[in-house]
Nanobody, 115 residues
Framework: QVQLVESGGGLVQPGGSLRLSCLVS????????MGWYRQAPGKERELVAT???????NYADSVKGRFTISRDNAKNTVYLQMNSLKPEDTAVYYC?????????WGKGTLVTVSS
């Protein structure tokens, strides 16, 4: 069993920045895929960014150039640095760990982008 706890959400003005953290209950160095997803009100959950243990990183087109996913294996933590935030980035952001064909999810952290 793997537990994930997200933090770092909050209210930010358009153009601002936030850094989300996902603390994982076990070593992440062997977890195949770590990812961030989001779900806006009335919409389906969507992929934001993924980090594969081999080094590949992928981003949704809507966040390319603005968001950065990174891993700190020593801290068992995955980060999502979000810059130039827009109102349409408002959503609950979820962390996901996928390994050996099993996915684990955190409970999410709310990001609200509003003036």
């Amino acid at each position: 069993q793997v537990q994930l706890v997200e933090s770092g959400g909050g209210l930010v003005q358009p153009g601002g920045s936030l850094r989300l953290s996902c603390l994982v209950s076990r070593s992440i160095s062997s977890i195949y895929v770590m990812g961030w997803y989001r779900q806006a009100p009335g919409k389906e959950r969507e992929l934001v960014a993924t980090s594969i243990s081999a080094g590949n990183i992928n981003y949704a087109d809507s966040v390319k150039g603005r968001f950065t996913i990174s891993r700190d294996n020593a801290k068992n933590t995955v980060y999502l640095q979000m810059n130039s935030l827009k109102p349409e980035d408002t959503a609950v952001y979820y962390c996901r760990a996928s390994t050996y064909g099993i996915s684990y999810w955190g409970k999410g952290t709310l990001v609200t982008v509003s003036s």
